[in-house]
């Protein structure tokens, strides 16, 4: 069965770097398209960008522009979310999904990673 | 980019009874090329990730019971839960992928009354 399996929970300091990873198993892992979209306590869902892992090409929010980098690595099916320049506002947990084969809808996702930015 | 703006914020529906939430978009997520509505509907519980209901506006993704529809089109979206059961307590957000960013609604909190 599908299954993507995040890292895990993050301290940061603000100013500071996370990465996030999200293997994936239960499919042919270069075929289909990754997102990460956040949640913020509380709050609503945000897609912060997708990537293909068969090239590595991404196309990330125009929020996160020069902020953030995907990255996968096909050997292990694995890909990784790093944000950079933490502040508070980026406090929230941290999802990978999997993107529909028809469209960029997410069929399945990861468990969460909360990442929590404080001083 | 395009806003979607769900209503209610929140509802309370007895068991058994209809639950109905409305998501309306900035710009239409009806691509005449295919004449399909480019919008997903998603069920998020409590410490859970969110999970895809229906996709194209009233597709059921596998699985999911037939309780839950999907209708609308162009702007304005509706899901429906015929008879509500204990276990569709939860969030429900309605996502555009018709174009990037991929935004989604604010959230409907669904309770029991």
């Known amino acids: 069965q599908v299954q993507l399996v995040q890292s895990g929970a993050e301290v940061k300091t603000p100013g500071a770097s996370v990465r996030v990873s999200c293997r994936a198993s239960?499919?042919?892992?270069?075929?289909?398209?990754f997102a990460w979209v956040r949640q913020a306590p509380g709050q609503g869902l945000e897609w912060m960008g997708t990537i293909n892992p068969n090239g590595g090409a991404t196309t990330y929010a125009q929020k996160f522009q020069g902020r953030v980098i995907m990255t996968r690595d096909r050997s292990i099916n694995t890909v990784y979310m790093e944000l950079n320049s933490l502040t508070s506002d980026d406090t929230a947990v941290y999802y990978c999904?999997?993107?529909?084969?028809?469209?960029?809808?997410?069929?399945?996702w990861g468990q969460g990673a909360l990442v929590t930015v404080s001083s | 980019d395009i806003v979607l703006t769900q209503s209610p914020e929140s509802l309370a529906v007895s068991l058994g009874e209809r639950a109905t939430i409305s998501c309306k978009s900035s710009?239409?997520?009806?691509?005449?090329?295919?004449?399909?509505?480019?919008l997903a509907w998603y069920q998020q519980k409590p410490g859970q990730p969110p999970k895809l209901l229906l996709f194209?506006?009233?597709a059921r993704n596998s699985g999911v019971p037939d309780r839950f529809s999907g209708s609308g089109s162009g702007t304005e979206f509706t899901l429906t839960i015929s008879s509500l059961q204990a276990e569709d307590v939860a969030a429900y957000y309605c996502q555009q992928y018709h174009t990037p960013p991929y935004t989604f609604g604010q959230g409907t909190k669904l309770e029991i009354k």
């Open positions: 239960g499919y042919s892992f270069p075929d289909y398209f």
């Open positions: 999904a999997r993107v529909h084969v028809e469209g960029a809808m997410f069929d399945f």
């Open positions: 194209w506006a009233s």
């Open positions: 710009q239409s997520l009806l691509y005449r090329s295919d004449n399909d509505n480019y």
